[in-house]
């Protein structure tokens, strides 16, 4: 079982910064993708921004050049930099990963694809 704390959500007006942590267990398997994933109530759940243990990133077009993901693997560490945030980035923040013994090929980063997810950290912006 692989479990995911993270911290760092709060309020802030638009224009500000804050970085997310997401503290997890080691993971054991060959390859990986963790990320951060985000939901306002009554939508869905999208992708924010992940990264696989190979460096590979990806973000949402609606974060690209404000949000940097990075990890701290001695310390089982994943933080999300989140700058000139907008109202629109309000919502609840989930860090997940998904674990995996095949190639990296087959390694997924999609939202159904995560096997394990954090209860959330909670961001808000103000116009």
């Known amino acids: 079982q692989v479990h995911l704390a993270e911290s760092g959500g709060g309020s802030v007006q638009a224009g500000g910064s804050l970085n997310l942590s997401c503290t997890h267990s080691?993971?054991?398997?060959?390859?990986?993708?963790v990320g951060w994933f985000r939901q306002v109530p009554g939508k869905e759940r999208e992708g924010v921004a992940t990264?696989?243990?190979?460096?590979?990133?990806t973000y949402a077009d609606s974060v690209k050049g404000r949000f940097t993901i990075s990890q701290d693997t001695a310390k089982n560490t994943l933080y999300l930099q989140m700058n000139t945030l907008e109202p629109g980035d309000t919502a609840m923040y989930y860090c997940?990963?998904?674990?995996?013994?095949?190639?990296?090929?087959?390694?997924?980063?999609?939202?159904?694809?995560?096997?394990?997810w954090g209860e959330g950290t909670s961001v808000t912006v103000s116009s």
């Open positions: 990264i696989k243990n190979d460096g590979t990133t």
């Open positions: 080691t993971f054991t398997s060959v390859n990986y993708c």
């Open positions: 997940a990963a998904h674990l995996s013994n095949l190639a990296m090929h087959w390694v997924r980063c999609d939202n159904n694809g995560m096997h394990y």
